[in-house]
């Protein structure tokens, strides 16, 4: 059973950072994407940030390119999401998703999703 535990969200002033951890169970993942969408209230969910598990390609929407960083942990199954400057408009909550995709930017096509991390960022 595939699971995928959302971590590290939280509270904080607008400039600073957070780190957003998923933990990934139950299954391989190496021909795998990872990504970060994130839904705010009365939005669409939207991509953030994904990553193909083999290879370590990387791909960054726009609205936070160059203040988001996505890595990955072979060994811990982990997927990591440093978010810095933060801006009020990152506030949602924020979801980890799996699945053998062919556009990481496209949330229909990912199998598994966590249960989501709230992060809210004050002005």
């Known amino acids: 059973q595939v699971q995928l535990v959302e971590s590290g969200g939280g509270l904080v002033q607008a400039g600073g950072s957070l780190r957003l951890s998923c933990a990934a169970s139950g299954r391989t993942f190496s021909n795998y994407a990872m990504g970060w969408f994130r839904q705010a209230p009365g939005k669409e969910r939207e991509f953030v940030v994904g990553i193909r598990w083999s290879g370590g390609s990387t791909y960054y929407a726009d609205s936070v390119k160059g203040r988001f960083t996505i890595s990955r942990d072979n060994a811990k199954n982990t997927v990591y999401l440093q978010m810095s400057s933060l801006k009020p408009d990152d506030t949602a909550v924020y979801y980890c998703?799996?699945?053998?995709?062919?556009?990481?930017?496209?949330?229909?096509?990912?199998?598994?999703w966590g249960q989501g991390t709230q992060v809210t960022v004050s002005s």
């Open positions: 998703a799996a699945g053998r995709v062919t556009s990481v930017t496209r949330a229909y096509e990912y199998n598994y």
